[in-house]
């Protein structure tokens, strides 16, 4: 094994040690079959936020993927078979060698006796991968590699393998056993879409939620300016329902006492996130100005579950001040 495989290898079973809910996955499903084979004790899959008594909104628990494993079988652990040496040079007494044991391979494979045939995969795949790494374009290897693959349930590694191989050289093995397989093929492709659109919709959700947050949050902080009638109704029978304190702001961009009292009504919003400051422009709503029988700027009006409470004429900064903090509280 290479050291990239083996670096890859180590972050796999770095990732396992952190996070053991990740054997649970369905792709991974033969891989927790085998160390459970070893003697292996698999943490059980827990749904964050289950201990107490209730499931987390934000991860989305995977159902098992029910696929055909009738012909899956244990993976072998027998030590790796001795391979070639690579650094040897050829020679005619080396090629005839060679061509020898090549009639004596080509006469066992006739006997059926081969890894894929004895059953033992973890070999077979060992064997096809040196024979890839001297011919890369080797139908059989890939074959092999591709059935060896299939007998431990890696279902769409064993697929690519094998339509690596038809497209080198076809053969009716090749075909059957990925018709075979196609209908793991096909469920494990729909489950992922399945839970890949399902996080996808989470992650909108989430995002969306974020976003609301931000808003009311921001929301909470500011004036919020009123432009119409209906927009001050919703915004009124909202803080009425949550029994908000919600303060009516007129103003006139002609008006100087207006411009003084503007800064303070700002800096009073922050000072009081939870109550509703509004504020009206009497030329741009002079309908929600004549409802509300505004005869001169600025007039601040406190209102609470729907009814008028109190209200302030004119640039009197104390008396506004004074009155916010007492029907805040």
């Not at 001795?82 to 080509?106: C, H, P, T, W, Y």
């Not at 931000?214 to 109704?233: F, G, M, N």
């Not at 100087?256 to 009497?282: E, Q, S, W």
Request: charged share 30%; hydrophobic share 35%; net charge negative.
């Amino acid at each position: 094994m290479d050291d990239s495989k083996i670096q890859e290898l180590k972050f796999f079973v770095e990732t396992c040690q952190s996070d053991p809910s990740i054997l649970h996955s369905p792709s991974l499903g033969f891989f927790k079959t085998y160390l459970q084979s070893l003697g292996a004790k698999i943490p059980p899959p827990s749904t964050p936020g289950a201990e107490n008594g209730h499931t987390s909104n934000e991860d989305i628990v995977e159902s098992d993927l029910e696929l055909d494993d009738s012909d899956v079988i244990k993976p072998d652990d027998d030590p790796p078979q001795k391979m070639g040496d690579f650094s040897i040079e050829v020679n005619d007494e080396s090629r005839d060698l060679a061509q020898n044991l090549k009639s004596k391979a080509i006469e066992a494979i006739s006997e059926g006796i081969v890894y894929v045939k004895l059953k033992k995969p973890n070999a077979a795949i060992r064997d096809a991968d040196a024979a890839l790494q001297i011919n890369a374009d080797s139908a059989k290897g890939y074959k092999m590699r591709g059935l060896a693959r299939a007998m431990l349930g890696l279902w769409e590694d064993a697929a690519c393998d094998l339509g690596l191989a038809s497209n080198l050289d076809h053969d009716e093995e090749i075909g059957s056993t990925l018709k075979k397989i196609e209908p793991n093929i096909l469920k494990i492709k729909e489950h992922r879409r399945k839970y890949e659109r399902l996080r996808r919709e989470r992650k909108y959700k989430a995002t969306e939620h974020e976003k609301q947050k931000t808003q009311d949050k921001t929301e909470a902080c500011e004036v919020v300016s009123i432009h119409k009638a209906s927009e001050l109704e919703t915004r009124l029978t909202t803080s009425s329902k949550s029994n908000q304190l919600a303060i009516l702001y007129f103003t006139a961009t002609w008006c100087g006492p207006c411009r003084y009292m503007a800064p303070l009504y700002t800096n009073l919003a922050a000072k009081h996130p939870k109550v509703l400051f509004l504020k009206i422009d009497i030329d741009e709503a002079n309908d929600v100005a004549a409802k509300w029988n505004i005869s001169s700027v600025p007039t601040f009006f406190f209102t609470k579950n729907g009814k008028e409470i109190d209200k302030v004429v004119g640039a009197d900064k104390s008396s506004l001040e004074t009155k916010i903090t007492k029907y805040a509280s």
